[in-house]
């Protein structure tokens, strides 16, 4: 009953137009920058998801170079 209750209160939380706005807006922040990067450096095949849950595909040209990525954005302050 503990767990239902703090679930309902947090989607009472999550599921406001304030938040879900919010949301929106910083995924489209997201996404300008992944292209912009991608304009620059030719990086990606392919920028999909939803909300903030973002994925983007990197070009066959950079197969197996996930790892570098992670590093370098881990170095910069940036969770991937």
Not at 23 to 52: C, N, P, T, W, Y
Not at 57 to 68: F, I, T, V
């Amino acid at each position: 009953p503990l767990a239902c209750a703090v679930a309902n209160a947090a989607l009472d939380l999550i599921n406001t137009p304030a938040v879900l706005d919010g949301v929106s807006a910083k995924r489209e922040l997201f996404v300008k920058h992944l292209q912009r990067l991608d304009a620059e450096f030719d990086l990606f095949s392919d920028i999909r998801g939803m909300g903030l849950l973002i994925g983007a595909e990197l070009k066959p040209q950079h197969k197996g170079r996930a790892r570098d990525f992670l590093y370098a954005a881990a170095d910069a302050g940036v969770m991937v």
